[in-house]
């Protein structure tokens, strides 16, 4: 039934295959605990010899090592759960513990027809350690600006190893079956421990930045390691968007139009506007620091935090995180419009600001009036824009929606 139920992946792959290339995949990579979405991806393509079926199972600590739940790569077959099928047992025929970073597939057993597959040859199966799994989610968040789960991340590695011994014109498809906020909390608490992935990854995985006590002022703007440090801390994805971002977080030079990027703060008409040249190594040091303080946005806090999206819990809490409350007076400048549509890519703090805006401007609000103006008189908004402040705080019915 799983199955059956799981099979809309696969179908749609094949679909989508013929419309795209004209012809079905080469390879097909899927991670494999219980083996659910696996098997929803590969039972489709079983008849299809030419296709390349590859699972990847979870081999925690390692294979060799008692912290695993590799069960095809390791186990023997046994009864489990009403089925014969590969498992993770000791002599005695008694299930054992397992271990793996990621937690839907910490399990000690597999699908039946995982198990038939392996035993005819028509898919392969491959052991996938933590730390293989973390340079796949690494790899994938800064590449191509995805968060994968911690459960597909261990296809993402192995897919990497199997991509590599093929040539352009091959095709090769990654069931990425999660997304990977669910586990945010877990890649903070991991990833500074392990060290170096390889040497690609090591100049930035291996500082050890202390994630519940990140000093920024200890920090200059002007050193590219720092720089480096800063985007780790930040955010793991590396792309263009987040680029810009931090670019003016680190050295308080706008890489966007200031006027129409709400997503970078704002200024009010009239105020004075930062040099837009672009930041580079050359005109870093003459750019003012951030810490410092700009125009449009600047770093408060203290702590790194991340998987946080309440926006009290910054300010309570004395995260580091973006001020971006000066936007607020751009979105009620009457050169703003009745309607706003903010823009802006994934995980860069949209539902945040939203609260912002929202706690900012509510004449009820969540918490007491006065808690709120005490909060809000540290940020930004206060001490770029008082008169506004004075004149807008708390002063309106709020309705706010979140289609999370």
């Keep these: 039934m799983a199955r059956d139920f799981q099979c809309v992946i696969g179908n749609e792959t094949k679909e989508q295959m013929k419309a795209l290339a004209g012809r079905l995949p080469d390879t097909l990579v899927a991670c494999v605990g219980g083996g659910s979405n696996a098997i929803g991806m590969f039972h489709p ?110 296809a993402v590695y192995q897919a990497m190893q199997v991509g590599s011994t093929m040539t352009s014109n091959e095709l090769l498809v990654i069931c990425v079956s999660g997304n990977g906020d669910k586990d945010l909390d877990t890649i903070a608490e991991v990833l500074p421990a392990i060290g170096p992935l390889d040497a690609g990854h090591e100049k930035r995985l291996r500082r050890k930045s202390n994630q519940q006590q990140f000093q920024p002022e200890s920090f200059s703007s002007n050193s590219e390691d720092d720089s480096r440090l800063w985007k780790d801390a930040l955010g793991v994805c590396a792309r263009s968007e987040v680029d810009s971002m931090l670019c003016e977080v680190l050295d308080g030079s706008p890489s966007c139009q200031p006027d129409d990027s709400l997503a970078m703060g704002g200024h009010e008409p009239g105020s004075q506007e930062m040099d837009t040249q672009p930041c580079t190594p050359e005109n870093r040091s003459s750019q003012p620091s951030a810490f410092q303080g700009s125009p449009k946005t600047r770093i408060s806090g203290r702590t790194i935090q991340l998987g946080i999206c309440e926006w009290a819990n910054f300010i309570d809490g004395d995260a580091t995180f973006v001020d971006k409350s000066a936007a607020i007076a751009d979105v009620m400048s009457p050169r703003a419009g009745k309607v706003i549509a903010g823009m802006y890519p994934r995980r860069m703090g949209k539902t945040t600001f939203l609260q912002t805006l929202a706690n900012f401007l509510d004449i009820i609000g969540n918490m007491p009036r006065s ?11 206060y001490d770029l824009h008082p008169e506004f402040f004075e004149e807008n705080f708390a002063k309106y019915p709020v309705i706010m929606l979140d289609f999370k």
């Design 371 to 381: 808690q709120r103006e005490k909060q809000f008189r540290k940020c930004a908004v």
């Design 45 to 154: 393509f079983i008849k299809n010899k030419s296709v390349r079926l590859v699972g990847a199972e979870a081999a925690g600590d390692g294979a060799d090592t008692s912290r695993h739940s590799a069960t095809i790569s390791a186990g023997a077959p046994g009864v489990f759960h009403g089925a014969k099928t590969y498992l993770l047992q000791d002599k005695k025929g008694q299930v054992m513990e397992t271990h793996s970073i990621a937690a839907g597939l910490n399990y000690p057993g597999v699908g039946p027809e995982h198990s038939w597959l392996k035993s005819t040859g028509r898919a392969e199966y491959h052991a996938v350690t933590d730390s293989q799994a973390l340079e796949g989610f690494c790899s994938l968040a800064e590449l191509e600006g995805i968060i994968p789960s911690l459960e597909a991340s261990h």
